[in-house]
């Protein structure tokens, strides 16, 4: 396969399978000059080669049906075994992610919830920013962390509500 094949066939906004990566991803550019491709692997956006990239492999739920989905649950790493309920915010604009976060943790404290988990990306950082500016001052969240390497790395923050 050429690089013009892998480009009538990967458009931006495919779900495709990264060799390299070893996970299901999803399309974000082209190759550039130097045939990198940009694909969004969770909560991260990665460059990597256009010949690293294939179909898709099946698994129980694709990155492709996760990307623009408002609320979608997320097993919680405490020992509980319950969802955590979960906000997916990439590729929103701030002043949309906040009006987003603050209808969405009106409704989870309804619901009794006190563990929630946002996810932001990485992208400029200014999401991740604003996000954690917002939530520190919250009288909803009494406190947030950062994820962790098991729990989804620096693209992902962790609310506690308050009581």
């Known amino acids: ?11 931006p906004g495919t779900p495709a399978f990264s060799s ?24 991260m956006r990665v460059q990597i080669p256009w010949y690293n990239i ?3 492999k099946e698994e129980p739920q694709s990155t492709a049906s996760r990307i623009n989905r408002p609320f979608i649950p997320a097993k919680s790493s405490v020992g ?9 915010l990439r ?4 002043d949309e992610a906040m009006d987003l976060t603050e209808k969405w943790l009106d409704d989870r ?14 992208g400029t950082e200014q999401l ?8 520190s001052k919250s009288h909803y ?5 950062a994820g962790d390497a098991s729990s989804g790395g620096d693209g992902i923050t962790w609310v506690y509500l308050s009581d």
């Open 1 to 11: 396969q050429t690089v013009e094949d892998f480009k009538n066939i990967f458009k």
């Open 20 to 43: 390299r990566l070893g996970r299901n991803v999803l399309i974000q550019s082209e190759p550039d000059d130097k045939g990198q491709v940009a694909v969004l692997a969770d909560s």
């Open 54 to 56: 294939s179909a898709q």
């Open 80 to 88: 509980t075994g319950e969802e955590s309920p979960q906000l997916d």
């Open 91 to 94: 590729g929103k604009r701030v």
């Open 109 to 122: 404290i309804r619901e009794g919830h006190d563990r929630l988990k946002i996810v932001h990306g990485f």
């Open 128 to 135: 991740k920013k604003s996000l954690r500016q917002y939530l």
């Open 141 to 145: 969240v009494r406190k947030w962390n």
